[in-house]
C-alpha cells in the first residue's frame, strides 16, 4: 500500500511540475506509533527539482505541491516533507 502511495505522490507531482529530479520517500516505519500512524496515513519525503519553481517563494512552492496532490493530503498522506528547488538552486548545493 506504502508503495503505491509513493508511485501515486510521484505520478501526480511529475505531472503537475514536470521535474527534471524526483524522489519520493516513505518514512512511515519512521513513525510507527505515532498519532498520525494510527489513522493509516503515511509519511513522506519529496525532494524535487522542477523550473516551474523559479520565481515562487518556499511557502508558495509548498502550497502548489498541497494543491497537485489533491485529496491525497486528505486521506492518504500524514506528514510531507518537501524540498522544492529549480535546477539552478539544486546545482548550487
Known amino acids: 500500500m506504502t508503495a503505491e502511495r ?7 507531482l ?3 511540475f514536470t521535474p527534471t529530479q524526483i524522489l519520493v ?7 510507527a506509533g505515532h498519532a498520525g500512524a494510527q489513522d493509516g496515513k503515511g509519511h513522506f519525503a519529496v525532494d524535487i527539482v522542477s523550473t516551474a519553481f523559479a520565481g515562487l517563494s518556499r511557502l508558495e512552492r509548498h502550497r ?7 485529496e491525497m ?6 506528514a510531507l516533507k518537501i ?6 538552486e539544486s546545482n548550487a548545493s
Open 83 to 88: 524540498k522544492a528547488t529549480t535546477p539552478d
Open 64 to 70: 502548489r505541491i498541497f494543491d497537485a496532490l489533491g
Open 14 to 16: 511529475s505531472a503537475a
Open 6 to 12: 509513493s508511485r501515486k505522490i510521484e505520478e501526480l
Open 25 to 31: 520517500k516513505d518514512q512511515s516505519h519512521l513513525h
Open 73 to 78: 493530503m486528505d486521506t492518504d498522506i500524514h
